[in-house]
Structures are given as structure tokens and as C-alpha cells.
């Protein structure tokens, strides 16, 4: 069965860095994402990775994924007051003409000064 | 690119009507568009997946009666929730997809059933 799974809460100071963190059950994922949800709007794709890679950089983002235990990790480094927002990590599994996402449960991440 | 509208982005109906939510691919053709609902404080729920043209897959749990989905051409998908009740009031999300593995998503919809 698919369940991903994330901690509730993460409070960091302002320029400090952000570590999210998520499990997942399903190694059969292609691709692993984060995307970022402020207060009563859609998602914004942050970033994502293959399946097959261990790590991806995107400027202040950084992508770990141990496939072996199943666990991505999304590093925010030098996080600002505008980083405060909730995280979903999801997988991704081919079903036909595109993928379907199983999202995590989101890490509500808040940045005080 | 790559922009997902969704109107109305807030709908307050009363209890026993139904409500449409129009979801748009902008400047892109969407093969497949998703409808999620998430419940204040938790994750997004795949509810249905559209590909165009044909019937929807609904998810196990999600009544294909009270939750109609139609995927009438490659830009617009439409959800309508027939008789809606209280407990029905929640965000909707779609999403869009171009045959790849990338989902764009709309802005969402926060229904409110009176």
C-alpha cells in the first residue's frame, strides 16, 4: 500500500536551516516531490527527484533520498520568514497517460525571528 | 507556462444544491487533470483522475454519483457536487497534466455548505 508520512511541526529562526523530513512505503516511486502550500492557496512544485538519484541542489533547497529505507529529506538553507508555510512530500506512480501523487501528510514549518 | 486557473477560488452554497468548479489548463493541453479535497489541517486526497474524453476513475471511497467529473476537451475539466451537505464543505484542488510525470496545480476552490 502507499503511505507517506511526515512529522506535524518544524520551528527554526530566521536564517537558520530547515531539515523536512518524510517516509515513504512504495519503492515501486518514480519521481519523490516537495511542494510548498501557504495559507488557503494551491501547491508550488519546490523541487523533486528521480528515484534513482541520492541528491538533488536547487539554490537554498537540497533533496536527500535513501531509497534503502525509504526516506527524502528536503534541507532549506538560510530560511526566511517568507519559507513559513506548509511542506508536502509525495511520490509519484505511472498509471496510463501521467503520473498519480500520494502526498504526505505535510510538515507546517514555521520561521520566527 | 504551465498555468492551472480554477473558478470560482470560493463558493458558499446552501445545503441539497449543487456546485459546479471549472478547472483550467491556460496555455497547455492536459491529457489527464486530478481532483483532490483537503480537509483543514490535512493532506490532499486524490478524489478522481480525468483523462480527456473519456469516464473518470474514481478513487476507492469517493461516490461517482455525488461527484461528477467531465473532461470535455484538453483545457477544462469540471467537478459538480450534486446535492452537497455540510460535511461535503472542504478545499478543492485540481491539477493538470501534459502526458509527463509533472502535475500543475490550480489555485484550489473552498467550497462551504450552509
Known amino acids: 500500500g502507499e503511505d507517506v508520512e511526515q512529522s506535524l511541526f518544524l520551528s527554526v529562526r530566521e536564517g537558520d536551516s530547515s531539515v523536512i523530513n518524510c517516509t515513504y512505503t512504495?519503492?515501486?516511486?518514480?519521481?519523490l516531490y516537495w511542494y510548498k502550500q501557504e495559507p488557503g492557496a494551491g501547491l508550488q512544485l519546490l523541487t523533486y527527484i528521480f528515484s534513482n538519484m541520492d541528491m538533488k541542489q536547487d539554490q537554498r533547497l537540497t533533496v536527500l533520498l535513501n531509497k534503502k529505507d525509504k526516506h527524502l529529506s528536503l534541507r532549506i538553507a538560510d530560511t526566511q520568514t517568507g519559507d513559513s508555510a506548509i511542506y508536502f512530500c509525495?511520490?509519484?506512480?505511472?498509471?496510463?497517460?501521467?503520473?498519480?501523487?500520494?502526498f504526505g501528510t505535510g510538515t507546517r514549518l514555521q520561521v520566527t525571528l | 507556462g504551465a498555468v492551472v486557473s480554477q473558478h470560482p477560488s470560493r463558493v458558499i452554497c446552501k445545503s441539497g444544491t449543487s456546485v459546479k468548479i471549472e478547472c483550467r489548463s491556460l496555455?497547455?493541453?492536459?491529457?489527464?487533470m486530478f481532483w483532490y479535497r483537503q480537509f483543514p489541517k490535512q493532506s490532499l486526497m486524490l478524489m478522481a483522475t480525468s483523462n480527456e474524453g473519456s469516464k473518470a476513475t474514481y478513487e476507492q471511497g469517493v461516490e461517482k454519483d455525488k461527484f461528477l467529473i467531465n473532461h470535455a476537451s484538453l483545457t477544462l475539466s469540471t467537478l459538480t457536487v450534486t446535492s452537497a451537505h455540510p460535511e461535503d464543505s472542504s478545499f478543492y484542488i485540481c491539477s493538470a497534466s501534459d502526458r509527463g510525470d509533472e502535475q500543475y496545480f490550480g489555485p484550489g476552490t473552498r467550497l462551504t455548505v450552509t
Open positions: 512504495d519503492s515501486s516511486s518514480t519521481y
Open positions: 496555455d497547455f493541453q492536459a491529457t489527464t
Open positions: 509525495a511520490e509519484s506512480h505511472p498509471t496510463g497517460t501521467a503520473s498519480k501523487l500520494t
